[in-house]
Each structure stands twice: as C-alpha cells, then as structure tokens.
C-alpha cells in the first residue's frame, strides 16, 4: 500500500505541471488522497487522480502515467479533459 505522504507529494508536483489557466485543481486527503483536476472552461469535465505503485490512476481514465513522468501525466489529463485551444 503506498505511503500517504508519498501519493500526497506526487499528486502536488502534478498539480503544479498543469496550466492553471485552464484547469483548476483539488486535492483532498483521507485513507487515498486525490487531486481532482476540473476543466475551466468545460467544468463538466473532470478527472479524480490518484497515485500508487508508481503510477497516477484516473477513476475514469485507469492507468496515466508513472509517476516518474510528471509531464506525461500532465498531458494524458489534458487529453482526457480536454485543452482550452487558441
């Protein structure tokens, strides 16, 4: 099971790789911390995120990214929330 403070520290260091200009960002504690990254401009859109065995897990997406790979987790939220264009 992972360590509270380690998921807690990888969920941060994701929020803050996402442009908060368009996505807004929630984390809440708990037995699993999560961080829910909700679209601005479609707040309809939204994931709930957390982090475990090394990987950031959507509760609609599944599997998102190692945790390792900050960027890449960023991206694959974007992708799967959508991304302000223009």
């Not at 969920?11 to 929630?26: M, P, S, V, W």
């Not at 679209?39 to 995120?49: T, V």
């Not at 090394?54 to 992708?79: D, H």
Request: proline content about 6%; overall charge negative.
């Amino acid at each position: 099971m992972p360590d509270q403070q380690d998921s807690t520290a990888e969920l941060e260091k994701l929020a803050a790789e996402l442009d908060h200009r368009n996505y807004a960002t929630i984390m809440t504690g708990g037995p699993l911390a999560t961080l829910r990254v909700v679209n601005r401009n479609a707040p309809r859109l939204a994931e709930d995120i957390h982090a475990g065995d090394g990987w950031f897990c959507g509760a609609a997406t599944g599997l998102i990214a190692p945790c390792n790979n900050i960027p890449a987790a960023a991206q694959a939220v974007a992708r799967a929330i959508g991304r302000q264009t223009g």
